[in-house]
C-alpha cells in the first residue's frame, strides 16, 4: 500500500476569469485526518469537487493511492475506487428508514460479494458505529439535525472507504452533537484510510485533525498542526484574526 492516499500536484482550476485553484499541490497520507481549512472563497469546497470529480480542472492530476489518475474519472468511478464524500447539506430521503439508508450506502460491487445476513450484520456494524444502533427502524425525518449528520457520515462509511471526506460535519450542531462527531470522526481513523475534513469550527478542527491545510486564495497558506496553524501570523491575518 502506497503512504499517499491522494496526492494533488498543480491543481488549476478556472471559472471564467477567475482563478478558484492556483498551482496547488499537497499530499494527505493513509491513517491521518487533515483539515482543510480558510476564509470563504478560498477553494476548499472546489478542491473536494475536483477529487470528487464533479469539477474538471484546467491542470494539475489527482493520483489516488500511489498510482491511479483519478482527474478524468467520472463521479461513480471515483467513488467506486473507495473516495466518497458526504456533502455539506444534510439530503437524508425523509421517508426511508435509517436502515434503508445504510443499505444504499452500499455500493452494488460490495454489495453482490454479501449475502442477506451479511448485508443486515454490515448495516448494523455501521449504525453501531455512527450511534444510531437504536434509530434503524425511524425514518430518517424524524431523525435531529446531528443524527441526520451521522446517518449520512454512515452512509459514505458503508462501503469502506480508503478516503473519507466530510464538507462541514458539525455546521449548525449543538456543542454536545459537536462533541460526539469529534469522537466518532477519530473513531473512523485506520492505517488504511485517510480523512479529510473541511470545517470552520476550529475547536473542532483541533480535536480532530492531526494536520492542518489552511487555504486561501486557491493556495496553501499553511501547512501543519492546529498549534502552529494558530501561531502563524498570516493565517491569524487572513483567517482566525477576522
Ligand atoms: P470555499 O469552499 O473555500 O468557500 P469555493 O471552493 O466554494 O470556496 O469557491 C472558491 C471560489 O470559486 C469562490 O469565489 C466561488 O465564488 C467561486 N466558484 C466556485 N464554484 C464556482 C462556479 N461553478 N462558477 C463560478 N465560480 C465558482
Redesign the pocket.
Known amino acids: 500500500m502506497a503512504t499517499t492516499a491522494l496526492l494533488v500536484d498543480g491543481l488549476n482550476v478556472r ?2 476569469s ?1 482563478q ?1 485553484i492556483d498551482d496547488l499541490s499537497l499530499a494527505i497520507d493513509y491513517g491521518e485526518v487533515r483539515a482543510v481549512i ?1 476564509p ?8 473536494l469537487d475536483v477529487i470528487s470529480g464533479i469539477t474538471r480542472p484546467k491542470q494539475g492530476r489527482v493520483i489516488f493511492d500511489g498510482v491511479l489518475d483519478i482527474t478524468h474519472r467520472s463521479e461513480s468511478a471515483i467513488a467506486r475506487a473507495g473516495i466518497r464524500r458526504k456533502f455539506q447539506k444534510p439530503s437524508v430521503f425523509e421517508g426511508l428508514s435509517v436502515r434503508q439508508h445504510i443499505a444504499i450506502g452500499i455500493d452494488v460491487g460490495f454489495r453482490s460479494r454479501l449475502d442477506e445476513a451479511a448485508l443486515e450484520d454490515r448495516i448494523g456494524q455501521v449504525l453501531e458505529t455512527v450511534g444510531l444502533e437504536r434509530e434503524g427502524e425511524r425514518l430518517a425525518g424524524e431523525l435531529s439535525h446531528g443524527q441526520k449528520q451521522w446517518l449520512e457520515i454512515g452512509m459514505v462509511l458503508a462501503s469502506d472507504p480508503k478516503v473519507l471526506m466530510l464538507d462541514e460535519p458539525v455546521a449548525g450542531l449543538t456543542d454536545e452533537e459537536t462533541e460526539r462527531t469529534a469522537a466518532l470522526v477519530r473513531s473512523l481513523v485506520r492505517p488504511d484510510r485517510a480523512i479529510v475534513v ?1 470545517e470552520h469550527d476550529m475547536d473542532f478542527v483541533e480535536r480532530i485533525a492531526d494536520r492542518v491545510t489552511v ?1 486561501h486564495e486557491g493556495r496553501t497558506l499553511f501547512e501543519g498542526s492546529m498549534d502552529r496553524v494558530r501561531a502563524d501570523a498570516a493565517v491569524v491575518e487572513v483567517y482566525l484574526g477576522r
Open positions: 471559472f471564467g477567475f478558484a480558510g470563504n472563497g478560498a477553494g476548499k469546497t472546489t478542491l473541511v487555504l
